[in-house]
């Protein structure tokens, strides 16, 4: 009778191991196969033939602009030669941004300074 209890008692624990890592196992599988099929689908998208040259334009393009900021533009003291004009090739470039200041877009009456002195 105690054996019989001792026995019934390994089998009940067995079982819930089993069945905890089957479950687990399970869950893992399901996991790990919804990962897949959406990378799959990710990548069936990115590299459809409608979508490959969108992406070449757009990697060239940041590619391009990349490579540009990096290049040293030539400064204006070493862009003239010995005699005083311009090497050949070599833009004559003014560093101005390309919008004017805020300044210029309001009130050009008073342009020294934003606070009032007045008090």
Not at 55 to 68: D, S
């Amino acid at each position: 009778m105690l054996l019989n209890l001792i026995y019934g008692m390994l089998e009940t624990i067995s079982n819930a191991i089993y069945t905890t890592v089957a479950t687990v196992w399970s869950v893992e599988q399901a996991v790990i196969n919804l990962m897949m099929s959406t990378f799959l689908f990710a990548l069936s998208v990115a590299c459809h033939p409608l979508m490959v040259i969108p992406m070449v334009m757009g990697g060239y393009y940041i590619f391009r602009n990349c490579w540009y900021r990096r290049v040293k533009s030539p400064r204006l003291e070493h862009s003239f030669d010995g005699d005083g004009g311009l090497k050949a090739g070599i833009r004559n470039m003014t560093r101005t941004p390309r919008l004017p200041s805020y300044r210029s877009l309001g009130n050009l009456s008073k342009l020294e300074n934003d606070a009032s002195t007045d008090n």
